[in-house]
Protein backbone atom coordinates (compact mmCIF):
# COMPACT_ATOMS: atom_id res chain seq x y z
CA UNK A 1 0.00 0.00 0.00
CA UNK A 2 2.90 2.51 1.05
CA UNK A 3 4.33 1.88 -2.59
CA UNK A 4 1.25 3.02 -4.36
CA UNK A 5 0.80 6.14 -2.41
CA UNK A 6 4.18 7.08 -3.05
CA UNK A 7 3.88 6.07 -6.75
CA UNK A 8 0.54 8.21 -7.16
CA UNK A 9 2.48 11.49 -4.95
CA UNK A 10 5.70 11.04 -7.32
CA UNK A 11 3.37 10.93 -10.68
CA UNK A 12 1.05 13.89 -9.19
CA UNK A 13 4.47 16.37 -8.43
CA UNK A 14 5.77 15.42 -12.05
CA UNK A 15 2.74 16.52 -13.30
CA UNK A 16 2.59 20.08 -11.14
CA UNK A 17 5.90 20.78 -12.13
CA UNK A 18 5.32 20.58 -15.50
CA UNK A 19 2.51 22.81 -14.70
CA UNK A 20 4.46 25.17 -13.19
CA UNK A 21 6.80 25.12 -16.11
CA UNK A 22 3.85 25.08 -18.91
CA UNK A 23 2.86 28.41 -17.01
CA UNK A 24 5.87 29.83 -16.64
CA UNK A 25 6.51 30.01 -20.49
CA UNK A 26 3.46 30.87 -21.47
CA UNK A 27 4.00 33.91 -19.09
CA UNK A 28 7.40 34.90 -20.81
CA UNK A 29 5.78 33.93 -24.77
CA UNK A 30 3.70 36.08 -26.65
CA UNK A 31 1.25 34.39 -28.52
CA UNK A 32 -0.03 37.12 -30.64
CA UNK A 33 -2.37 38.32 -28.33
CA UNK A 34 -3.59 38.29 -24.71
CA UNK A 35 -6.71 36.31 -25.50
CA UNK A 36 -4.55 33.43 -26.74
CA UNK A 37 -2.19 33.71 -23.84
CA UNK A 38 -5.35 33.28 -21.89
CA UNK A 39 -6.48 30.32 -23.27
CA UNK A 40 -2.73 28.22 -23.27
CA UNK A 41 -2.81 29.58 -19.82
CA UNK A 42 -6.62 27.71 -19.08
CA UNK A 43 -5.19 24.15 -20.79
CA UNK A 44 -2.15 24.36 -18.90
CA UNK A 45 -4.09 24.36 -15.92
CA UNK A 46 -6.27 21.29 -16.63
CA UNK A 47 -5.15 18.46 -14.16
CA UNK A 48 -2.77 16.07 -15.91
CA UNK A 49 -3.73 16.53 -19.45
CA UNK A 50 -3.34 20.62 -19.67
CA UNK A 51 0.39 20.77 -19.72
CA UNK A 52 1.22 17.66 -22.14
CA UNK A 53 -1.21 19.66 -24.22
CA UNK A 54 0.64 22.47 -24.05
CA UNK A 55 4.00 21.20 -24.47
CA UNK A 56 2.61 18.68 -27.46
CA UNK A 57 0.12 21.62 -29.24
CA UNK A 58 1.03 25.58 -27.97
CA UNK A 59 4.75 25.22 -27.02
CA UNK A 60 6.37 26.18 -30.70
CA UNK A 61 3.22 28.83 -31.01
CA UNK A 62 4.53 31.28 -28.83
CA UNK A 63 7.21 33.49 -29.43
CA UNK A 64 9.88 34.70 -26.82
CA UNK A 65 10.00 38.66 -26.98
CA UNK A 66 13.53 39.66 -28.45
CA UNK A 67 13.59 35.92 -30.25
CA UNK A 68 15.18 36.66 -34.13
CA UNK A 69 12.93 35.87 -36.56
CA UNK A 70 14.84 34.41 -39.68
CA UNK A 71 12.49 34.26 -41.92
CA UNK A 72 10.86 37.72 -41.80
CA UNK A 73 14.16 39.41 -40.14
CA UNK A 74 15.87 42.11 -42.90
CA UNK A 75 19.32 40.07 -41.73
CA UNK A 76 17.71 36.67 -43.08
CA UNK A 77 20.26 36.06 -45.75
CA UNK A 78 23.57 36.53 -43.27
CA UNK A 79 22.31 34.02 -41.17
CA UNK A 80 21.83 31.95 -44.58
CA UNK A 81 25.18 29.65 -44.61
CA UNK A 82 27.49 30.00 -47.72
CA UNK A 83 29.22 27.48 -49.53
CA UNK A 84 33.05 27.54 -48.88
CA UNK A 85 33.23 28.91 -53.00
CA UNK A 86 31.30 31.72 -51.64
CA UNK A 87 32.44 33.12 -48.32
CA UNK A 88 34.80 35.67 -49.46
CA UNK A 89 32.46 37.61 -51.57
CA UNK A 90 29.75 40.26 -51.00
CA UNK A 91 31.24 40.39 -47.46
Do not use: H
Not at 4 to 10: A, P
Not at 21 to 35: E, S, V
Amino acid sequence: MDQTITFWLGVGALFLVMTFIAILDIAAKDFGGMGKKLVWGFIALIPFIGCIAYFAFGFRKGKRPGAIDNQNSPYASDLTPRPPSLRGQGE
